[in-house]
T-cell receptor, first 116, second 114 residues
């Protein structure tokens, strides 16, 4: 089974609208972290937001929020008031800790295009 | 404010040639990573170093070797390059302790093997 699944290869959103990018994960660990990264066409990886497995509240960072549903093992990224500069690839990632060993797994990404 | 620096940014090799990709971070992070990114496959971990003096294989280590030269530097070596190793390579660093520590990425090295 895939550790991180992003089922939307591509998404379109109208400028100023909100959009949700889906991410589901699979782990048997109790302690883990979930991250979202943005990769614009220029290629760099930009950290957006983090959610810990023990965090009771959903993470928010400016226009980004994370809809964390632990029982469903989902960690969807919500971008409010989309801007043209939000057009990029978005990657969900999970960091697991088990007996001192750490592993980071990335999903295959979602390409978001914001339409004027 | 350099963060993670990778060199070179672009490289073209012939099959069978060897090459070392360099990575240095100035954030005093303990952990460093090498990933490759191929179309439609996200980022796949090649090797990582949890702390100075240790290295471990990731998901796709075959054909690569790494050296954690010191706390700042983590290099990736292709001993005999193959066309299947054509990819974009990213180096990243993070703190080891604390699940909430994000990885900080370099700008990538675009490697083509003919």
């Amino acid at each position: 089974a895939q550790k991180i699944t992003q089922t939307q290869p591509g998404m379109f959103v109208q400028e100023k609208e909100a959009v949700t990018l889906d991410c589901t994960y699979d782990t048997s660990d109790q302690s883990y972290g979930l991250f979202w990264y943005k990769q614009p066409s220029s290629g760099e990886m930009i950290f957006l937001i983090y959610q810990g497995s023990y965090d009771e509240q959903n993470a928010t960072e400016g226009r980004y929020s994370l809809n964390f549903q632990k029982a469903r093992k989902s960690a969807n990224l919500v971008i409010s008031a989309s801007q043209l500069g939000d057009s990029a690839m978005y990657f969900c990632a999970m960091r697991e800790f088990s007996g001192g060993y750490q592993k980071v797994t990335f999903g295959t990404g979602t390409k978001l295009q914001v339409i004027p | 404010n350099a963060g993670v620096t990778q060199t070179p940014k672009f490289q073209v090799l012939k099959t069978g040639q060897s090459m070392t990709l360099q990575c240095a971070q100035d954030m005093n992070h303990n952990s460093m990573y090498w990933y490759r990114q191929d179309p439609g496959m996200g980022l796949r971990l090649i090797y990582y170093s949890a702390s100075e003096g240790t290295t471990d294989k990731g998901e796709v280590p075959n054909g690569y070797n790494v050296s954690r030269l010191n706390k700042r530097e983590f290099s990736l070596r292709l001993e005999s390059a193959a066309p299947s190793q054509t990819s974009v390579y990213f180096c990243a660093s993070s703190e080891f302790r604390g699940a909430n520590q994000p990885q900080h990425f370099g700008d990538g090295t675009r490697l083509s093997i003919l």
